[in-house]
């Protein structure tokens, strides 16, 4: 066979192209860490870390509909306890870095939330 080596260079190579998605990630970025810096007192939360993970998008269009649709401006968690319908005044309070918390996390999710569309994108620094 005249061809070999040139042949056996190819397979090769194209086992790494093939396989390169996994040697990525194996040995790349984690992407399950963002980066994100959360607020230290962690017990203030509307809810529990778990569901405002999995759930905090729901709950800030639930949250709408019920201050602007339903002029209800309190939220009862689960808990009990009572907090004001409001992004600025309830959510910011604590997370207050925009480029640390939100802005971290929706990038590290290829997320493009529309809320900065009424809401005034927060200031660093309060």
């Not at 509307?46 to 602007?68: P, Y």
Request: hydrophobic letters at 35%; charged letters at 20%; glycine letters at 4%.
């Amino acid at each position: 066979m005249y061809n070999a080596r040139p042949v056996c260079i190819g397979i090769v190579i194209l086992v790494v192209l093939l396989t390169a998605p996994f040697w990525v990630g194996l040995f790349g970025k984690n992407y399950t860490e963002t980066g994100v810096q959360t607020p230290t007192n962690h017990e203030a939360c509307v809810e529990d870390a778990d569901f405002m993970r999995a759930q905090h998008m729901r709950l800030l269009n639930e949250w709408r509909d019920q201050a602007l649709r339903n002029e209800n401006r309190t939220y009862v968690a689960k808990d009990g306890k009572k907090w004001e319908i409001s992004l600025q005044n309830t959510c910011m309070k604590c997370h207050t870095s925009y480029k640390d918390f939100c802005e971290k996390c929706h990038i590290s999710n290829s997320v493009s939330p529309y809320c900065w569309s009424c809401h005034i994108i927060p200031t660093e620094g309060k």
